[in-house]
């Protein structure tokens, strides 16, 4: 049995993740989607709203579990006695980034290795951060995220007018 970690913010969760764990939950057997919990002083969403979203978009990939994590990842892959951490890499920005946070946690557990899935060309642009500014500035993000949350992020920004 393969278990592997695709951990993140997910503030919120894009296209572009989505895409990344329906090609990881393909390979493995179970693939946790683990939200990092007070990641930022100032998040959009709360940790149970991400995971709330995370679960609808995902909840047609049997082998997807969605919970979050504090800590170290490198202890919480021992806690689900884990074979990889899943990550996505859209540039070579991501990858330098990337490369040094695995030989990191291969140092804090040495069992756990990274697996890196490239992004869909069409997705590499996307970030939970660049979908935040361009919808509080008034743009189109429709095309960064699935429709459930694009208008769970048009309404909370519609209340923080
Ligand atoms: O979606 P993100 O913000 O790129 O995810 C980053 C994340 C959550 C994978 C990373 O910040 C993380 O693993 N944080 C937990 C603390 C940790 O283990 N850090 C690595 C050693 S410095």
């Not at 940790?47 to 990842?73: A, Q, R």
Request: net charge negative.
């Amino acid at each position: 049995m393969s278990v592997w970690i695709y951990p993140g913010s997910f503030d919120p969760i894009t296209l572009g993740h989505e895409n990344i764990i329906a090609r990881g939950a393909k390979l493995c057997d179970t693939l946790y989607v683990a939200v990092l919990e007070n990641h930022s002083k100032h998040p959009t969403f709360t940790t149970d709203e991400k995971i709330e979203l995370i679960k609808e978009c995902t909840s047609h990939m049997p082998n997807v579990v969605v919970e979050c994590f504090s800590g170290l990842l490198a202890d919480y892959a021992k806690q689900k006695d884990a074979d990889a951490i899943l990550r996505g890499i859209r540039n070579t920005g991501d990858y330098e980034y990337e490369h040094n946070m695995s030989q990191l946690n291969k140092k804090l557990n040495s069992n756990i290795e990274t697996v890196f899935v490239c992004a869909e060309p069409e997705l590499a642009c996307i970030s939970s951060s660049s979908v935040k500014e361009i919808a509080k500035l008034g743009g189109d993000f429709s095309w960064m995220v699935n429709k459930n949350i694009y208008n769970k992020l048009k309404d909370y920004i519609n209340r923080r007018k």
